[in-house]
């Protein structure tokens, strides 16, 4: 099945290759027969409407964009040196240990909608197909599951609705979330490794309907969705969702975003509990050299069913530094703390657990502006890194069985994206 459809997206991306030669050619046909007929046999005529209908899937098929990225890793914990899986929620998307994996193949189509067309234009939609070790544990319940190798975690529709002066657009269907810093791909990470936070604090994914608006500097968000990594809903209630973002760029400060986001809703089968998370994230860019990001997550959760009908709450903080040190060398630093106090989402309900990690990576692209014009050689990309995760108890499973407070791993990662 994987083989088929690997195959499958290989014949798609050779015809992605081929298509502007085919499109130019229909254009030029186009212009030279308007007013006539062409005929390819004695018995054979295309008219004046095909080739127009012809022209309108051209213009609609150059509309929209490809993009093809695969992730590859190693890793090796060596408090494991016998392969055992880490399972603690040290590496949310990246468990395998002392094994070559691979983690995903993406596929992602895209139209944005835009201004100055036709209606057509007004719509946009963006899906990402995603095949590798990666697709169980991103899985949302309704859609795939645990065993699952293909996870399709976003699929939605957009829509450009001009409001005066004003830009409204409206999505629905399966969207990434609006909480956190970092995110699914890992080509936009500083790190190999995802923090702590994002794979416990924060979810994946929302289906539902999602209406945002930029406002000069500032960007709003609303929306309305089944809950945490929820494609069916589990239960009677829907989660809320806002964000209000800032943005400035000038000649020091070249890139600044800031933006709080707030979840809130019912996410539990007996639709009881109500789970609220906010979140706080800046990123700031210096002289395009150096980025500094903080991530601050917030959480609580009440009538949790593990807890006997008790209060839960979570909260962490991660820190970023990244140094674009030559324009093939990238060089980052994360150091976070998450602190599950009631033991609901890495720890045993009741005992709370405090976990930290500092983590150094180096990003190199060896080929990038090796050949002028060959943008496909810039997008090689490797990286290199070493994690050291701590607990304030003993908490990190070793392979005889034991409890330790400390874990230390390695990891190496080839990226590879094809934008088209």
Partial sequence: MLRKIFLSVLAIALMLVAIPNIVMAQDTMLEEQKGKTLRAEPDLTVGQADLEDIHAFATFFKSLNFTFY????????????????????????????????????????????????????????????????????????????????????????????????????????????????????????????????????????????????????????????????????????????????????????????????????????????????????????????????IDLDFANENDVADLEGGNASWWGIAGYIVADVHPAINLALRAEMFDDQDGVRIGTPGTGIKVYEVTPTISIRPFKGLIAGVRYLDNMEWRFEFRWDHADDPFFVQDDGSLSKDQYGLMAQLLYWIEI
């Fill in 70 to 293: 695969i992730d590859t890793t190693y890793q090796y914990v060596f408090s494991k040196p016998n392969g055992e899986e880490i399972t603690d929620g040290s590496r949310p998307l990246y468990p395998e240990n002392n094994t070559f994996s691979i983690n995903a193949f993406t596929t992602t189509i895209e139209k944005t909608p835009s201004l100055g067309g036709g209606i057509v234009d007004l719509f946009g939609f963006r899906t990402d197909l995603l095949i590798g070790e990666q697709a169980g544990l991103l899985f949302s319940a309704g859609l795939g599951d645990e065993d699952s190798e293909i996870d399709l975690y976003q699929a939605y529709i957009n829509l450009l609705i001009p409001a005066g002066d004003q830009r409204l657009y409206l999505s629905g269907g399966k969207f990434v979330t609006l909480a956190g810093f970092e995110v699914i791909e890992a080509r936009h990470n500083p790190n190999v490794t995802r923090s702590w936070l994002f794979g416990n604090a924060i979810p994946f994914t929302h289906t539902g309907i999602r209406l945002s608006a930029p406002v000069g500097p500032f960007n709003l968000a609303v929306g309305l969705n089944n809950g945490w990594d929820k494609v069916d809903d589990n239960n009677e209630g829907k989660t809320f969702e806002a964000q209000a973002a800032y943005t400035y760029s000038g000649d020091t400060i070249t890139d600044f975003w800031f933006g709080a986001t707030y979840y809130g809703g019912k996410e539990d089968d007996d639709n009881n509990s109500w789970r609220n998370l906010i979140t706080v994230v800046g990123v700031m860019t210096i002289n395009e050299a150096w980025t500094l990001a």
